[in-house]
């Protein structure tokens, strides 16, 4: 086990300066840009392909980081630089986990690259589970996958919503019901392979925030793909579904809402790009107090001001500590018996969200424009309390612990 330590070591801090670099030099100018224009920033994650910061690589690095720290560092920077561009180079990062989570070798080897593309022809995927009546009760998902035996296919009938490349994604992973008897249990997730006849994109959502990041509808019309997308095999699956029968027919545990069943150890990567957004506001409002005159002197100098930014960078460390723990709990293998990694996202998503708010108020009127970036960065702050399990829903799982109820 990695011993706990509050200080990064040396490989992780040379990391995150260079994040760093890649935040401040490409991510952060290219900002305001792409927030106008509501559209994926290709040449920045084109740069972030040719530095090696867009690659699976990179991403299983962090993500193997024994401390538990990598992601969460990385997040933190990437977002620091811009929440909506950042997004647009993790997304496909966030689809690749659920391949390398739950495919076999094969599938990790032949789909994952396809995901990346190469640096000169980069290409997204995208991750579709939430439905128009299934968000936060992941239960309720309706999109169908059946097996055709003669043809060792499955056929994907269904909308998908709200998907982060939903549509331009070379390689879409759809999470869809094989058996509506068992609920969330009867779930499985499929690859749907480039230019597959039966894919297309519904409508583009025109967002409040993080608009560089491209979210729209996913709709599937007898979308057939091999025996072989099934992420797992069917063999695996088949094992699953008859231990779920066994267990409903036993009258046992009741089918739980997928909901409070979200991969808890995912969430302190939220939690992480929240952070970002927090420190990145802050920063900025610092900078602003140090410099803005106002009755001859900094306004910093007042106590009302320099208070609310004491407050702010309090909220923004605890959050981090949150993160931190969590990630170090994941990768360690703790089990998460008080929602430690929903608390880490539900702190850290009310924090971006308050902290990016009170930037504005110490920035006064050029607050509320758009010359300054803490308006976009409040923006798109809001994201956090709403994706990957809303504010309410992680409150919910932490609730169920303190009730002696378990997360799952
Ligand atoms: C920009 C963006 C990108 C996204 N990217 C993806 C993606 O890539 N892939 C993907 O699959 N999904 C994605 N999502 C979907 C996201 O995860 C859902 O929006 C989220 O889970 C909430 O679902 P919903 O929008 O249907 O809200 P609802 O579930 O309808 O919730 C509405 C409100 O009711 C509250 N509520 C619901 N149930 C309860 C309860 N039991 N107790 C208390 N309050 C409750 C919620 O907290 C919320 O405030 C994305 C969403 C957005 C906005």
Request: hydrophobic residues 45%; aromatic residues 8%.
């Amino acid at each position: 086990m990695a011993e706990f330590t509050m200080e990064l070591n040396d490989e992780q801090k040379e990391v995150r300066d260079w994040l760093h670099g890649f935040a401040a030099d490409v991510i952060r100018p290219a900002a305001a840009e792409w927030d106008e224009r509501e559209e994926t920033p290709w040449p920045v994650i084109q740069e972030a392909a040719k530095v090696g910061i867009y690659s699976l690589d990179f991403y299983a690095q962090q993500y193997f980081d024994p401390t538990g720290l990598g992601i969460p560092m990385a997040m933190e920077e990437l977002f620091w630089g811009d929440a909506g561009i950042a997004l647009s180079i993790v997304g496909t990062g966030l689809a690749a986990v659920g391949v390398l989570a739950n495919g076999t070798e094969e599938q990790i080897g032949t789909w994952i690259p396809q995901m990346y593309g190469d640096a000169g022809d980069v290409k997204v995927a995208a991750f579709c589970s939430s439905e128009p009546d299934a968000g936060s009760d992941v239960a309720s998902m309706r999109t169908r996958a059946v097996y055709d035996e003669a043809k060792d296919e499955w056929v994907l009938n269904g909308t998908k919503t709200w998907a982060t490349n939903g549509g331009i994604a070379n390689v879409h992973v759809v999470v869809a019901v094989v058996d509506p008897e068992l609920g969330s249990k009867g779930h499985a997730s499929f690859i749907i392979p480039p230019n597959t006849p039966g894919l297309s994109q519904g409508q583009k959502f025109k967002k409040h925030g993080i608009r560089a990041s491209h979210t729209a509808e996913v709709v599937l019309e007898d979308a057939r793909v091999p025996g072989s997308c099934l992420l797992g095999g069917k063999e695996k699956l088949d094992e699953r579904l008859a231990r779920a029968r066994e267990r409903a027919k036993a009258g046992g545990e009741r089918v739980k809402n997928a909901a409070m069943a979200t991969f808890e150890a995912s969430r302190p990567a939220v939690g992480a790009m929240a952070v970002g957004t927090a420190r990145a506001a802050y920063e900025v409002a610092l900078d602003y107090a140090r410099t803005r005159e106002q009755f001859g002197r900094p306004i910093i100098d007042n106590q009302g001001v320099a208070f609310q930014l004491a407050d702010m960078r309090t909220s923004i460390d605890a959050a981090r500590l949150l993160v931190w723990r969590a990630s170090w709990m994941a990768v360690n293998g703790k089990p998460f018996t008080a929602a430690e990694g929903s608390m880490s996202k539900l702190f850290a998503s009310e924090t971006a969200k308050k902290v990016t708010a009170e930037a504005i108020q110490i920035l006064g009127g050029n607050g509320y424009t758009r010359e300054y970036p803490v308006e976009r960065m409040h923006r798109d702050a809001a994201i956090y309390t709403i994706f990957e399990g809303t504010s309410e829903i992680q409150r919910l799982v932490i609730a169920r612990t303190l009730a002696g109820m378990p997360i799952r």
